[in-house]
């Protein structure tokens, strides 16, 4: 994977500060970075800060993000999310998974992208819907629970390298292991080892869940 993408850092663009970061990763759950890279010019030309946003009256939010999977829900959570940021942290967002999920729209997984990709703090796996598909097809784990999917890749990996690892998993479940390609026209380059693209059992058999949980990781 590091082949691959040897650079993998965050698709996301458009923002300058950590607030505006946050918002970005907040939008992007079940929506492509790209999406959201349409979207975020023109709010963050009007809401640039969590003052304003906090301010802003959410059907005019709606209408900037009308593009986006669950618009009505982001634009609700991300006016309430400045408010919390504005009155409870001041302005200024929480450097904690703690106080992170103390905002509106944050959970776990989002804390810790926010956490290692702004910070590269390794604080944890973030298992979004790619990490999740990856992990599951390659034998990593069986769970859908995206806490369970995090503690299995950080059995598997060394906490310096939680933050690369998202990275490359989002980057690989986006380009290469796509949620509706078809075995056969799978460009996935662990196809010996991929339930989806080999049909082998997770369970059994040369690298199978069990064996990957307490051996070594294929890659």
């Known amino acids: 994977m ?18 505006q970061f946050l918002l970005c990763i907040i939008l992007s759950a079940q929506t492509t970075d790209l999406q959201v890279n349409k979207v975020t010019h023109n709010l963050f030309a009007k809401y640039p800060d969590p003052a304003s946003l906090s301010e802003a009256e959410v059907g005019e939010v709606e209408k900037i993000l009308s593009s986006i999977n669950y618009y009505r829900t982001k634009s609700k959570n991300i006016v309430n999310a400045a408010k919390v940021v504005k009155t409870r942290f001041h302005g200024r967002v929480p450097r904690s998974v703690e106080k992170l999920i103390e905002i509106p729209g944050v959970g776990l997984k989002t804390a810790n992208v926010y956490l290692n990709s702004m910070y590269q703090a390794n ?16 034998g990593f784990t069986d769970s859908r629970d995206p806490r369970k999917v995090a503690i299995a890749l950080q059995k598997l990996y060394p906490k310096k ?9 989002v980057l690989y479940g986006r380009y290469y292991c ?10 996935c380059i662990f196809k010996e080892f991929c339930t989806h693209c080999s049909g082998l059992d997770p369970y059994r058999g040369q690298f199978g869940y069990r064996e990957l949980l307490y051996g070594k990781p294929v890659f």
């Open 178 to 187: 796509k949620a509706r390609v078809k075995p056969e026209n799978s460009k």
């Open 2 to 19: 590091e082949k691959l993408f040897p650079d993998s850092s965050s698709e996301l663009r458009n923002w300058e500060t950590d607030f």
């Open 123 to 138: 604080q944890g796996v973030g298992a979004d819907t790619h990490v999740m598909r990856v992990s599951r097809r390659l």
């Open 161 to 169: 390298d939680w933050y690369r690892v998202t990275a490359l998993f």
